[in-house]
């Protein structure tokens, strides 16, 4: 069992941290009929957890796999569905002090959504 990287109560993360995009590509996700819902509320609960951690960003499930391309003259055509296998099906922003609580807050969404998740570190911008 993965452990609680931030205990309940306790203050945000405080000093150097770093973003993880914390992701899941959508053709893993196979949820038995009947069970959306166990798994919604689950995923749901994680996300409450991450928020009451003060540890969230940003995410958000991905309404549809075809996008919308605009090209550097300004140009916008719609893109073809994606030809790969892995495709981009949710995502949750954290800012979390090391990459070991990354996968810990990983783990409680893999367990949660009933499918792998993708841990990728975020490079540092000042400006954002």
Known sequence: M???PVAAGSPKYIGDVTRYLVS???GTMHIPDGE???VSEAAHRVLREVKSAGIY???GGLQSQQATIVDPD???R???FPERKAVLGGFVILELP???AAI???ARFAASCRCAQEIREMMHDPEA
Do not use: M
């Open 2 to 4: 993965v452990s609680d």
């Open 24 to 26: 899941f590509d959508d």
């Open 36 to 38: 959306f819902e166990a």
């Open 57 to 59: 960003v940003s995410g």
């Open 74 to 76: 300004g140009s916008v």
């Open 78 to 80: 719609l893109g073809d």
């Open 98 to 100: 090391d990459r070991e």
């Open 104 to 106: 810990e807050w990983a």
